[in-house]
């Protein structure tokens, strides 16, 4: 009995140990897989790995906040640049210069009417003015190059002022002078001829050639002539080719800026023609404008009783003067009948030939 109890403990003593030893094995094991630091003294290879892991990673994290501070100063700088750009366009800071002048001015849909004549609003108180206004010079001139046609009395009396103190005669020195000339049919070119040797380009406009352009002499002949409307596209495309176009369309096409002496015998076309001139701002593109005027009717397109054509007429002609053309020489073709809107007023001729200068010309 006694030797079984001493078998039994011996038993229990060995369990108990052997459970001890497998707990501390188990203990052993599990710190050492969850990476416990080394004891002091030198590092092993695991721990050497787990620091440099560590390491790379805590890098990795620092750069890509680098990146990211990066692209939000980025983000942030474009921000305050759109910022400041809108408070720009809202709130513009003075300019250091004056802006340069367009060399057109706006367009404008209506010329400006004078006031009567007088209370009445008669016939021949707007033919009194102006007849006086169309038959006094404005300013003088020197020297007229066509003065022999014009002391002829040959029909049109077409002269152009070479006064030095404007500037066609400048022109003509630098070889830089250009004419244009419009008219229908076979018209008097003496003066055109005139300026071609003193060396100026010229342009003659005429509809019933038969060739589009055509150079002859010391000219050049196109087959197109100015009017105050472009034509109907769809009458271009059905024709290949427009007889008229707009003064400012034709120089658009030929590539000039400027004519320094234009000169017209649009047929009564006149007055439309020349409103389309002062609407659109083209004057300031011309140096001279010499211009036969028919008074026998009122012209294409122009409507109203007798009185209101007149004050018509004559407001245009005022435009001119508000764009710095002043007269320099009137001829009154005599041989013409004497008819002044299908009336005889005043012992008015129904032709009249006026020559214009811009005493602002500078091109």
Known sequence: MGRER???GLLLRVGVLLTGLCVCVHVYLETG???????????TQDSQNWSQQSRTKAEAEEQERSIERRISDVRTLKKDSQTKKEEDK????????????????????????E????????????????????????????????????????KGAWVACLDPKFS??????????????????????TLERSLSRAGCEVHCFDPSLKQPHLQQADMWLHRLSIDWRDPNPAFVAQRQYAITKKLATILNDFGHRQVDVLKADME??????????????????????????HLHWAGFEVGGD??????????????????????????????????????????????????????????
Request: charged share 25%.
């Open 306 to 363: 007798d009185p209101s054509v007149v004050r018509y007429w004559f407001s245009l002609l005022k435009e001119l003067e508000r764009a710095n053309f002043r007269l320099f020489h009137v001829h009154s073709d005599r041989a013409k009948p004497h008819l002044f809107l299908h009336k005889n007023v005043l012992n008015a001729s129904s032709v009249y030939t006026l020559s214009w200068v811009n005493t602002e010309w500078k091109p």
């Open 6 to 8: 001493l078998t039994w």
């Open 168 to 189: 066609l005669s400048h022109r003509i020195q630098s070889k830089h002078c250009r004419v244009y000339s419009f008219g229908l049919g076979v018209d008097d070119r």
């Open 268 to 293: 009564s076309a006149e007055w439309k023609i020349l409103e389309n001139l002062v609407l659109e701002g083209v004057l300031d593109s011309v140096g001279q404008l010499l211009l036969e005027l």
């Open 33 to 43: 897989w969850r990476g416990t630091p080394a004891p002091l003294g030198r590092p």
């Open 90 to 113: 809202e709130e513009p800071s003075p300019a250091c210069c004056p802006p340069l002048r367009s060399h057109r001015k706006t367009p404008r849909w209506h010329i400006d009417l």
């Open 115 to 154: 006031p009567w004549a007088a209370v009445s609003h008669s016939l021949e108180d707007e033919a009194k003015r102006f007849l006086s206004y169309i038959t006094t010079p404005q300013v003088s001139c020197a020297s007229l190059t066509g003065d022999e046609a014009a002391q002829e009395g040959t």
